[in-house]
């Protein structure tokens, strides 16, 4: 009987964990395709790039560009770099989807609308490093 006890725990217990592992998979979806909002309420003016352009990378890109085995070749760890890369095309064409150039982020959603155009409109408004 007790052994009977100790299985049912331990599967409850494997149920359990599976449960949250299945609704942790979710952790990566795309909030503005899950929650749409009404209107446009997307920031385009005055794109900062320590406030609005870093955050993206650091939490969209960083775990494969940078280092020295940065995936492509491609390191994307400062200004410098993320502005060569977003002005010479390389970076907007692959967060875009653009025919010739590697779909990115390569392991997750594509970029929000939103934040594709936050990079379009910091490219526009000269890249800047502020």
């Not at 502005?83 to 025919?99: C, F, Q, T």
């Amino acid at each position: 009987m007790e052994h009977q006890i100790i299985k049912y725990n331990r599967i409850q217990l494997l149920l359990a964990f599976m449960l949250v592992l299945g609704l942790s998979s979710c952790y990566k979806d795309n909030e503005e395709t899950l929650y749409p909002e009404e209107g446009n309420n997307c920031k385009t003016e005055n794109i900062s790039f320590s406030e609005n352009i870093f955050p993206i990378v650091n939490n969209n890109c960083l775990s494969c560009h940078s280092g020295a085995g940065a995936s492509g070749g491609l390191r994307l760890e400062n200004h410098t770099q993320i502005s060569d890369a977003a002005v010479n095309g390389r970076l907007l064409g692959a967060i875009n989807h653009e025919p010739g150039f590697p779909a990115m982020p390569q392991s997750g959603n594509k970029l929000s609308e939103c934040q594709i155009k936050q990079f379009e409109a910091w490219v526009q408004q000269g890249a800047l490093n502020n």
